[in-house]
């Protein structure tokens, strides 16, 4: 494997980079922030986002999307991580779009893919039900009724599911795993917003004996299994990816104000003290940046240890960027804690982001599983 | 079929034909790799056919040029070669210092002659080399060495003390650095100098390590004369010659291996000492968090290895990034050597035994605290990174 991005994909994150520097900056979600948009980021965005065809990363061709794999969605990710740019890509581009292009039936990928490309309804995956990552801990359940099913439980901290119209809900059918699909304004569903400490929002779903038709099943046991797992695992890569970018980018903060930054009669970043931690951060974010390429392109290759190397680039990732927000706070002495200057902004995001979808620990531990200890 | 995959099953055949089924397992000592130089004993028959069959290929330095003895071969099929050679667990057939330090070094700095009568012998494992930098007042600031080479017409006359010279009793030749210019600015009047073991004035003092071992000694030069043919690039150019070597060492130091961990894999060590516990895992949860944590860490700095030599330039070297390898590489092993013995318990601690337990892990943990000293210590590699990499002001 080559860690060498094709001409295409060198022009995507060229476009990424660019596109949302621009549109998006880091004042923009302070601006939605104190204006406390009731969405937390901007509907305008999202619909730049589809129009540049990035929604449809994750979608193949034939159902609307541009099919660029996991490559694709995390250099998207990467460059939405280096300016904070908050929106449900996470959750409708990547999580539901690969759990249903993975464990959807024909019908359900034809009448849902396009609209996620497309942007048109916003999707999320509604898998985790405690605080921590764990989604092999399912009490939500369905059982059969008619044709149909009714469905009950309730599912939590689903990014941005506040402003999804329709979840991919993981419960058990038949002492199985399955995967519903389920409307947000099905009889029964209701969500409830919170505002998170990264100025962004993450819903609840109360599913209240739901009444779903037949066709609401994607997949059960383990299609549905594969299916879950898959848009867990990509969904991984791509945070680990948004975490590399939000790192490097306060990195790159911390370490223009380190060359201008007067104390003693010189610049700060003479101190020995100080090079040798960013010297540290540094090689850590190298290492970040590496793993997450791997775990990426062996999404998209489909080799057999793409489960370790997302496992390894989240637990990297989340440390690394945490240790780089949490540097530069230091390093930037009190203006760092003051919520007038954006490194805070970078601090609470990589929190954030690091625990969805599982922290460093919990992927130290599934690394060990994986390799056998 | 494109011409890689072509050269990849070409490759794999011949080594399926050629590597004596002794030689596809992991060295785990310095001692079971082989050296070469005029006075190398082979350990066994299979390493000797080893090295000589993959020497006549040149492959033992697969991509220097033919006609330096080398395979001739791009970057992508030694890649190829590589992952083959892994594929079977074969082992290098040869290791050196010639191999990792000067061969680059000459083949960027040293003239046609230097290269014809040099290179070939190392690719054949008949001269073994040894590095003379360090010395007693210069380690860190190596700069400041006063090893001396006095002009003696069509030769120097070479004085002074090296020290921690890596198996200089054994090596039949050292690159060293000396002061030629000793008017010149300290970093401008240091030369290169190829100097031949057994010339008289030579001599060396093997000196003992923590694990018991004495694989470096205390160099002499005592009024050796060096024919200034000898001499690598201008004088006064060593010191750059010198570091383009170290970039080319510390890679080396710790890409030896890349992922086998010879010598010791905690998560093994562990299952087999503490072993599992009902749910098949290993029964100690804050042993298998630290191996955990481990193992992530050596992913991703086998990934960056990876990475960095493929986005360095052909023939460019890895530059300063070379720091972060060597600062993350040997950090990681020291902490590996750490999580063995301690995965070992008590066991660790045996000294003297039958053979599995012969001191082994205990020897290998304390040979691998020289990781961070050695091709320059961790310290000044963060020196290096902070400067050169993320162009942070001197004090
Ligand atoms: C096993 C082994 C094999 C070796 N083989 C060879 C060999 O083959 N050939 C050869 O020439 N040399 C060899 N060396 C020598 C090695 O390169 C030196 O030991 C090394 O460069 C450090 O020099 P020093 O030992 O004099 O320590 P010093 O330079 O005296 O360092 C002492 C401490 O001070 C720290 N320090 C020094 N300067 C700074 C600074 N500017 N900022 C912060 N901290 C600093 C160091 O990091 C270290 O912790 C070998 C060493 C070992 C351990």
């Not at chain 1, 402003?163 to 699909?181: N, P, R």
């Not at chain 2, 998560?267 to 599992?276: F, N």
Request: aromatic share 8%; charged share 25%.
């Amino acid at each position: 494997m080559s860690f060498k991005l094709s001409e295409e994909q060198a022009m995507l994150r060229d476009a990424a980079r660019e596109f949302l520097a621009e549109k998006s900056p880091v004042s923009e979600l302070r601006r939605l922030r104190d204006e406390k948009n009731p969405d937390g980021f901007s509907r305008q965005l999202w619909s730049g986002m589809a129009e540049m065809g990035w929604l449809g990363v994750l979608v193949p061709e034939e159902h609307g999307g541009i099919g660029f794999g996991a490559v694709g969605a995390g250099l998207i990710s990467e460059a939405m991580g280096r300016s904070l740019v908050a929106s449900p890509f996470l959750s409708s581009a990547v999580l539901a779009a690969v759990a249903i292009r993975e464990g959807g039936t024909d019908a359900h990928k034809a009448e849902h893919l396009p609209k996620i490309a497309s942007g048109e309804r916003i999707y999320a995956l509604a898998a985790d039900e405690r605080p921590r990552h764990d989604p092999a801990a399912i009490d939500a359940s369905a059982v059969r009724d008619g044709n149909g099913f009714r469905l009950s439980g309730v599912k939590r901290h689903i990014p941005e599911g506040h402003a999804a119209d329709a979840f991919v809900v993981s419960a058990m059918l038949d002492g199985e795993v399955a995967l519903f699909l389920v409307e947000a304004k099905a009889e029964g569903a209701s969500t409830d917003a919170r505002a998170l400490v990264d100025s962004r929002y993450a819903a609840d779903l109360t599913l209240n004996d739901v009444k779903l038709d037949g066709g609401a099943l994607m997949s059960s046991g383990e299609a549905a299994q594969k299916a879950l797992d898959a848009a867990l695992e990509t969904g991984r890569a791509c945070l680990s990816a948004e975490l590399l970018g939000a790192g490097e980018t306060a990195f790159d903060a911390t370490l223009d104000y380190l060359k201008q930054r007067q104390q003693f009669g010189r610049v700060i970043g003479t101190f020995q003290g100080l090079q040798h931690r960013a010297a540290h951060l540094h090689s850590e974010l190298e290492l970040t940046r590496s793993l997450a390429f791997k775990a990426l392109a062996a999404l998209d290759a489909g080799t057999p240890d793409a489960p370790m190397w997302c496992a390894a680039a989240k637990a990297k990732a989340t440390a690394a960027g945490r240790l780089s927000a949490s540097e530069a706070i230091q390093m930037f002495g009190g203006v760092g804690m003051t919520d007038e200057f954006d490194i805070g902004f970078f601090y609470k995001r990589a929190q954030a982001a690091g625990e969805f979808l599982g922290d460093d620990r919990f992927h130290a531990d599934r690394l060990a599983k994986i390799n056998g200890y | 079929m494109s011409d890689l995959d072509a050269f990849r099953a070409e490759t794999r055949k011949w080594l399926e034909a050629n590597c004596p089924p002794a030689m596809r397992k992991p060295a785990v000592t310095e001692a079971d790799a082989c050296w070469g130089g005029r006075n190398f004993k082979f350990q066994s028959k299979d390493q000797e056919t080893w090295m000589r069959r993959m020497a006549e290929r040149g492959w033992t330095v697969p991509t220097w040029p033919k006609e330096y003895g080398g395979g001739g071969l791009t970057k992508d099929e030694a890649a190829v070669l590589k992952q083959e050679m892994r594929r079977i667990g074969a082992r290098e057939p040869l290791v050196s210092f010639g191999i990792w330090m000067l061969g680059p070094a000459l083949l960027k700095y040293g003239n046609e002659a230097q290269k014809h009568e040099h290179l070939p012998r190392i690719a054949r494992g008949e001269i073994r080399w040894c590095q003379g930098y360090s010395e007693p007042g210069a380690g860190s600031d190596l700069a400041s060495l006063r090893t001396k080479g006095e002009d003696g017409g069509d030769h120097y006359v070479v004085t002074g003390q090296k020290v921690w010279t890596s198996y200089a009793d054994e090596a039949d030749m050292i690159f060293a650095l000396v002061r030629t210019e000793p008017d010149a600015p300290k970093h401008e009047g240091i030369s290169f100098l190829l100097i031949d073991m057994e010339w008289d004035g030579v001599s060396t003092k093997p000196i003992k390590l923590i694990s018991g071992k004495s694989p470096f000694c205390e160099t002499f030069f005592d009024g050796v004369k060096v024919p200034k043919a000898n001499v690598v690039g201008k004088p006064g150019e060593g010191w750059s010659i010198a570091k383009y070597l170290l970039t080319h060492e510390r890679t080396n130091i710790v890409s030896v291996d890349s992922g086998a961990f010879a010598g010791g894999d905690p998560k093994r060590v562990a299952l087999k000492h503490v072993g599992a516990g009902d749910d098949g895992r290993l029964a100690d949860g804050v042993l298998r968090a630290d191996i955990a944590r481990f193992e992530i860490d050596a992913l991703g700095f086998f990934a960056t290895l990876e990475r960095v030599k493929a986005e360095a330039d052909t023939g460019q070297g890895v530059g300063a990034r070379a720091s972060t390898l060597k600062y993350v590489g040997s950090e990681l092993n020291k902490r590996r050597h750490e999580l063995v013995m301690s995965a070992s318990g008590a066991d660790g601690l045996l000294w003297e035994g039958p053979e599995e337990t012969d001191g082994m892990a205990a020897r290998n943990w304390l040979r691998s605290r020289a990781n961070s000293i050695e091709g320059g210590t961790t310290e000044v590699q963060l020196n290096i990174i902070s400067k050169r990499v993320l162009g942070l002001p001197d004090a």
